[in-house]
Nanobody
Framework: QVQVVESGGGLVQAGGSLRLSCAAS????????MGWYRQAPGKQREFVAV???????NYADSVKGRFTNSRDNAKNVVYLQMTNLKPEDTAVYYC??????????WGQGTQVTVSS
């Protein structure tokens, strides 16, 4: 079983910054992709960013230029650096980890609240 543990999040004013971290517990299987989704109240969960083992990163249009997703392959950790945060970024952020031959795993979610 793979465990995914997130940290970070909190309350910040518009224009501020936060960093989320996510660690996956497996050392046996490779992790082709690590990234983030978010879910705002009353809305569906949506894609935010993902980074592959080779360092290729994709972002949702809404966060391009403001968020940076990076990973430490040796530690199976991914970081989401969020800058110039907006009230519409308020959501629960979920780490998403794709483990080779094992499937997709989710973190427990961490709240990010941006006040105007």
């Amino acid at each position: 079983q793979v465990q995914v543990v997130e940290s970070g999040g909190g309350l910040v004013q518009a224009g501020g910054s936060l960093r989320l971290s996510c660690a996956a517990s497996t050392t046996t299987f490779s992790i082709p992709a690590m990234g983030w989704y978010r879910q705002a109240p009353g809305k569906q969960r949506e894609f935010v960013a993902v980074t592959t083992t080779s360092g290729v990163t994709n972002y949702a249009d809404s966060v391009k230029g403001r968020f940076t997703n990076s990973r430490d392959n040796a530690k199976n950790v991914v970081y989401l650096q969020m800058t110039n945060l907006k009230p519409e970024d308020t959501a629960v952020y979920y780490c998403n980890v794709v483990v080779f031959a094992r499937g997709t795993y989710w973190g427990q979610g961490t709240q990010v609240t941006v006040s105007s």
